[in-house]
């Protein structure tokens, strides 16, 4: 899962980028609105944390600009001013959920995960594929209920199949989602990444559709070469 920030405060942005790579999610991050605004309009995130008191754009108008251009990711609005009026009219910019400074890095990430599920139509931390679960909160992962070693790239690649099942997700789709902006992508390792997974997990969910992609589906018949 790919996620921005949007914050302007060096250590306060320095510590939300290294909890949520921690936590084995991709990170860019953008220090003023314009920057932030640029990002959200080009890359493809699955969430955003936007602070509202951004320079040069302030978080309100980022957002609105999002929502106007048909951007729809969930957004996480952050504020330092305790105003229900503030937090009104974030929401009401279109987005889906706020958190006033000073707040505990885990409320963030906590909120993060909720808002990826929700949008994805899951509504547990734990997501069910056949024999598989996947604990979102701890980022671990089971078949029928013996844990499963994945390394961080190999999870953040299974993470987003298991929030995205019954649909054909494209090699080029999951590069976007796993890697940072500014690592070296390389859509042709996504293959050998899959049939790892695949070994792994020993069940048969992950199928290869052919010209299109891969998509998790327990009942999937499709060629998995």
């Known amino acids: 899962m790919r996620v921005l920030i949007a914050e302007d405060d060096v250590d306060l942005a320095a510590q939300m980028?290294?909890?949520?790579?921690?936590?084995?999610?991709?990170?860019?991050?953008?220090?003023?609105?314009?920057?932030?605004?640029?990002?959200?309009?080009t890359e493809p995130y699955d969430a955003v944390v936007l602070d509202l008191g951004l320079p040069v754009m302030d978080g309100i108008s980022v957002l609105r600009k999002w929502r106007e251009d048909g951007r729809s990711m969930p957004v996480l609005i952050l504020t330092a001013r305790d105003s229900w009026s503030e937090k009104v009219a974030g929401l009401d910019a279109g987005a889906d959920d706020y958190v006033t400074k000073p707040f505990e890095l885990a409320e963030v990430l906590a909120r993060l995960r909720a808002l990826i599920r929700r949008a994805a139509g899951h509504a547990s931390s734990e997501l069910v594929c056949g024999p598989v679960t996947l604990d979102t909160r701890n980022a671990r992962v089971w078949v029928s209920g013996e844990p499963v070693r994945l390394t961080a790239l190999e999870f953040k690649l299974f993470s987003y199949l298991m929030h995205h099942q019954g649909e054909v997700v494209s090699r080029t789709e999951l590069t976007e989602h796993i890697y940072d902006q500014d690592f070296d992508r390389d859509s042709n390792t996504i293959e050998v990444f899959v049939n790892r997974i695949r070994k792994k997990l020993g069940v048969d969910l992950i199928h290869t559709v052919r010209g299109l992609g891969y998509r998790l589906d327990p009942e999937d018949g499709e060629d998995k070469r």
């Open 17 to 41: 980028v290294a909890s949520l790579k921690d936590s084995g999610y991709a990170v860019d991050h953008a220090s003023d609105g314009e920057d932030a605004h640029f990002l959200g309009d």
